[in-house]
């Protein structure tokens, strides 16, 4: 059921139609020892925004006033800055999440804006998850014939009831019994009255990592969200790890069967921040040295290397150091633009991307340009950024994709259109410069970005050292309600 | 946990302080077989408003679009009779809610706001619920304990539970299942995908009235709910009878108990709209006798009899009519009142009832007034009144009430205050009497009225003839969670 | 120019369809040596709340703040109540303003909403204006010709104008200056750094009076603001007075020619709040008495006198004493009921006016029903209350109405329809009957209303005692504007 | 006056505090002969955003609708996008307006957003402003001497009230008449009901051109917003140029005395979006030259150039790009920060830059980092950025600036501190490297800035080409108001 709570009517998601990009789902945060520990999660989630502008909510837990949630559709900073609002989240024992709305869905609720909430018979606790439940409809079926009831239309809720009906005593072992029955890829933030509690699937294909804030810990999706808060950064959980952080400290256990890492390889190429650690390794440095592999690769004759702001910025600083052609601003992005527009004219539908962009003309004209862009999804805004450009007069348009081709949907809590839609499910290379119609058009090659990430081998083939699904079709984890639904995977093509 | 969503912060509830009435806690309305259901439901819920201020919710349900739900703080005009909202309500059933405020409550979140919905295995159904359960504190615990997830601070939740819980295969039968566990009174308006279904509990406290409307079916609280949308009344639903109703037309079963009927008797006294029709009786014709019975049992020789605007109203035309003293408006109400106040200023707070009431000076100046008002909760107005009228000039005050003294909590579904704070729950009629500083103040008789609601004979105290536990403080259910707490019934006092 | 900031889009005056009621345009309250005097005037303002729902504003002056203002759309109480916005306006001195909007208009513009502020070359000065300019249009003409910029579509902001070009070298003796040069009927309160000041036109046509609160002064439209803030009645302002009131007390001049006082008798029969004293009389007094008027003029055997509430309740309550015929409530009026509904849905604009009033049907039925109601404007409700009640089985139903046929527009600051949508402009009593399809309709005579209205001997046909255009045609100010436009008076038919 | 209208209580400019920039103060947009000319003001406004982001105004002229406008606190995008109100704009013809907020004001009123509208006898014009008057204040107490009324607190309003008091008979000789009497700096964009009308002041400091669109012609503050709307580009409206643009062509006066151009040349460096083309020379590409002078004059052994996001961006492409030291994203920017908080928590107060800025920290530890700002005002952000770096490991920091030192406020439009706050104005270069505890810091210089602006000679002394008062201390335009208050000119110190 949905429930016509929220968000404002009409909204037009200017990304579903132009923005042609995949987008993570989720961020999280967790605080706990630290006096008003909800302004710390608010702050975290600014710094996580990124990985979700729909919706965020922020739990928090005080002696006096026990739990108390806020959950609003909007950006963290239009509605978790605002003293009226942060007083009523009192408490040194805070978690959060922001959440991306996924495109063409009928209409979200605010009843599906984590974090969720249950109270058990030895008292409540929250969760926040990052990533997706591939098993989520035959758990819900079954709960709801054993008598529960969802609220939510977010798989995410599972977790909660199957928390709820465990035949455990405490809180962190019904959490791992609940996560035992769930397939898929999760990081999860959770809280009780006084524990923080972070846990990540045994792949460990979404992030999670731990800081120290003063004598409070905090756990996040990314390094970059411990920058703001001025929290140290201490490791990364390990994949198949549950901590559960007290005011006495930090208890690890490995609750789950062990399995070769396969993090998501596309969180360097474009979710996470550059600025963020992952792995020990920048992400911005990751990305610049794409840039470089690409013009090993992919070298031509240009004199311009000019980005697709903002995301194709570090590759093409990359590819214009090593290839030696001059680095430039060609296209300029509106700084006030923002995702969605309510009930917008018809001529503002019709904008697209020029809302966002627009070519520096006097740069450009009569050069032979190199653009480099993150990835190529649906190849809409490719053609648009093409005939810009060209209609600004370049000399040549040659397209440098720091990515794979995009050819098949993930189902670990990241937004992808239905496989027919990537232009690369349907394209081989050749036809896909073609169809954007552009002088040449290059991918990094797989084993190009395994190395840019750190590989110095390329990938494993027989064991691939991440989850790189996406381009691949290789899926470590087989996702039961899609072929249920009649997705077929590459080896059944 | 309670969630900050709404309503909006710092509402200062006038009538908290001044109103110092009794308030119903809810409304309940429901249709099947007429096309866009939901703006009956809206309509009958607009003249159901006096039963709850506070928030309303209606729930649809069209077999293209599935279950739908609105929910709403504020009046019923402010929100459901917008076209944008009830566009997204489609469907030739639904049901609705509308719900009076707690006072002193934490706070409200929209979460608590009916009617509540559960997806079954066999398919979804909302409620609405109008009463309250007596073990509902015990329900909760045994559900929670089962595996149970509460959404909501609210008792009536407990229904929805228990009916997921229920071994029966449709959800009719689960419905019977689940109110047999629970005690109090109430009355459910309920509905399937294609059933309406209506529930009174076995002592009928709550009313409940079923209408005709073209070739569809109604389910009201009240009857002034049909006039306003044309439908024809057909009858009440009686004491313990449940109906099912489709397309197809009305099925009637008793799955309760039999027990004597034990209807409100303070729907008559203030609860209910005057032009609703009870038990065959009209609800104004009650309050005049009312006033005819006083006038006979405390008569005075005085020169003018005014109401207490505007419940007061039809028990003085009755008075003057019976006394013969000349029926006058001696206090105006301000048409522009609402309930609350946001932020109030100091001065605001302070105002109390002349922000809403005003005396006509001319016509009280030098007269003996004989004010009748409906009941006497906390006695905090009827003081400010009567200082108010004293300073208007008047030479004598005389209050006459038009129901017996309230000297005990409802626990079926009615927002009391705590005993101690009744005030003839601590004084005699002559204490209140002197308390008040008026010169005469009478209440009218039980019997007298039981009389006056069509009880020639007065009450039958071996089997009242109606729940009066308020005035006789005889629980016809006994409130168990309540005596948990520590509530005494009068036999242990 | 429309400035589209405000109010909501698409409100739907209920009132303008179904209300068929004259509405009074202003109410003005004002208020110095007072701390806090804006929060007294926002009082005032809410008592005066009928004069006026479409839009409030204050302004007050401090002298470490200066002037500040604020207006908003919507009740008194739902804006001026709240602290936030209070603080925003310091001072001991401060004027307001509630104004009617003006059916049928293209939208209002906050900018419309008064008091008016100008800056002059002697320091700031605001007023606001209860009545209407017939010279307006001539003004406004002339002025832009002189180089003034107007601001809003208000007749109103004429007078700062003609403040502005004054030649004189204080702000009351521009004030004077400017009224001189206007025709028509007001009552304008107005204040500067250290003065509030209070005018009335020679002819007194709207009201104003004066009042003493502790060491300081107020101005209002009705006394009835008085009561509420518990200042003390002290006298009406004199028709052509102009008092000029600072901390020393209060300065009181005559500035214009002298005319005898032609009150508006419509402020008796229904403008005036009915806990009001005008000209030394009861406001419900005269109604009390217009009805027993009625009931001499029109008897009628009959078994149930009842009011169209809530403004035919005093004449009704005088009719059935005068009469002997029983009074009861045979329609009960939602009090959930608002004005405007935003962008309602067409079940919502059909209803009209059943969603405000339900007849009492086990009243009624069988009963020859006596309806009073305090005028028949466009006849539109009063077919509709007819229809109800008799659907509801009344036996026979006479109108009575409390004044005088409404055959002619007001040109002094009432909202009327255009002369043709007067129902008694077009058709005679009989016709009248005949079209609302009751047993019997009659009005009450005007020698009857001015014997109500205090005027023992009736009308002065040489001299009328009050101004009865609305009624009779004969118009004491010449309406210049509206003659310009083609408008016929009596003597040109 | 201050209206407390709006914008919505408490904001926090974060701007105000940490952002430590200069601010343009006003962009205006115009169009004229195209269908539904608002919609191409709208996108417009959003490309000129960066003009002015507190508030925006749109008047838009058609025959059968008269003159409408709409003004909103907030971004273009979130009011002048939707379709409802886009609705209530209609018509060929419509100008419109952005303002930035003046920092530390009291508090904004609508009333004060542009374009302000004014009726004449020969009917309504609306004008939009981008400057300032200097003689504002004097010429406000001369039109208030005279009796015009003002209604905002903008001196532009001046403007309006000066034509309507003009001799002349049609509105351009009004305006012409109007704006000699107006000293400082300006380009106005104006209409009638039948003219598009754009004026740039003597010295032609503030920006202006014209585009073709369709049949229709555009007046914009820069090229960028012609892009957006696929408009071509013309030409500069000249220094002292009229042009009154109808449906049948543009015609050009010049009514202002002669004077040698002196175009801001911050423009240049700052205001201006880099995809704008200013005198035939690209934004983008004087900036970029910025930086290749700035690493001629001030080279340093360094082994990374870092901008400071994002002004910095194109002069650390040309100071990489001169100097052979690598170019990389020291500094990553959260791309959902805004300008103002409403009613933050003391934590985000204290936050600062860190909500905007995060430090790369993987790229900047042990580096010897040259950062390329574009200019220091107040040199709070700088040194916290420089705090940033330092703590992320760098081991030595050299600001290089892109502006000489900023030592003089602005009169012309733009939005400075005083005096005494900018950091310049009170320290040598020396004094502010250690202020900024930098290992060096180097401004470019003011004749680097004119080579690199097109003046390969750099600045003429005798006859500087731009106006560069904010770094020379030289005023083109005598600051008439400022004197009176005390302001003491270069030569006077």
Redesign the interface.
Known sequence: ?????MPP?HPFDFDAIDGDKLHEECGVFGCIGVT?AA?FVA?GL??L??RG?EAGGI?SYAPDH??????RFG????NF??????E??PGALAIGHVRYSTAGSKGAA??DVQPF?????MG?AAIAHNGNITNAEALR?EL????????SSSDSECI??LM??SLQRDIPSRMEDALRRVEGAFSVVAMTRTKLIGVRDALGVRPLVLGKLGDGWCLSSET?AL??IGAEFVREIEPGEMVVITEQGVESTKPFRAKRSRFCIFEHVYFS???S?IGG??V??TR?QIGVELAREAAVDADLVCPVP?SG??AA?GYA?ESGI????GI?R?????RT????????RN?GV??KL??????IRGKRVVLVDDSVVRGTTSRKIKEMILDAGAAEVHFRIASPPTAWPCFYGVDTPQREKLLAATMSEEEMRDHLGVDSLKFISLDGLYRAAGEDGGRNNAHPQYCDACFSGEYPVEPADMIEKGFKLKAAE
């Open positions: 059921m949905s429930d016509r709570q009517a008003d302004n702050l600014h710094a925004q990124h502008q739990v026990g739990f108390n949630s806020a959950r950006y963290v900073r239009d800055t605002k003293q009226s609002l942060m009523t989240l605010i009843r909430f249950g109270e058990f018979s409540g079926r709801i014939e054993r008598g529960s009831i969802f609220q909660i009831h709820a009906r970059c920058d703001i921040r550059p600025d650690i390794q920048s911005y440095e610049r903002d910025t570090p600083i150091h001059p680095y430039g601003m300029i509106n700084q006030y633009m923002g527009f309510i009930e917008p004219t018809e001529q503002i904008m020029r809302l627009n070519v520096n003309r006097a740069l």
